[in-house]
């Protein structure tokens, strides 16, 4: 069955830096779309980050990122390591909120940010 652990989050001040990372087993990681996700208390789930599957067969794959995110977030893949990572740095109060890191059911290559249906159990980020 698909798992994805979490980890790396915690409390940090304002331009701080954090990695997450995302353990994944149970499926064709190294083929598959990953994303990251957040969710503040009062707001609904928004996406972050995606990287797509066609990195394991040519270059490291492609990336896209919310407005929110880009110039200061950066997503990225270990397929050796079964590991998805998103480098904060520049941190802000507004990005506080749990983090999930996410597939795309059947382990698809193609990212679409409506397609996640594989959650892991969240990191906490608080910029504080």
């Known amino acids: 069955q698909v798992q994805l652990v979490e980890s790396g989050g915690g409390l940090v001040q304002p331009g701080g830096s954090l990695r997450l990372s995302c353990a994944a087993s149970?499926?064709?990681?190294?083929?598959?779309?990953m994303g990251w996700f957040r969710q503040a208390p009062g707001k609904e789930r928004e996406g972050v980050a995606t990287?797509?599957?066609?990195?394991?067969?040519?270059?490291?794959?492609?990336?896209n990122y919310a407005d929110s995110a880009k110039g200061r977030f950066t997503i990225s893949r270990d397929n050796a390591k079964s590991t998805l990572y998103l480098q904060m740095s520049s941190l802000k109060p507004e990005d506080t909120a749990m983090y999930y890191c996410?597939?795309?059911?059947?382990?698809?290559?193609?990212?679409?940010?409506?397609?996640?249906?594989?959650w892991g159990q969240g990191t906490q980020v608080t910029v504080s």
């Open positions: 990287i797509d599957g066609f990195g394991k067969f040519s270059g490291s794959g492609t990336t």
């Open positions: 149970g499926y064709a990681y190294g083929a598959a779309c």
């Open positions: 996410a597939t795309v059911s059947g382990g698809g290559a193609i990212c679409r940010w409506g397609a996640f249906n594989y």
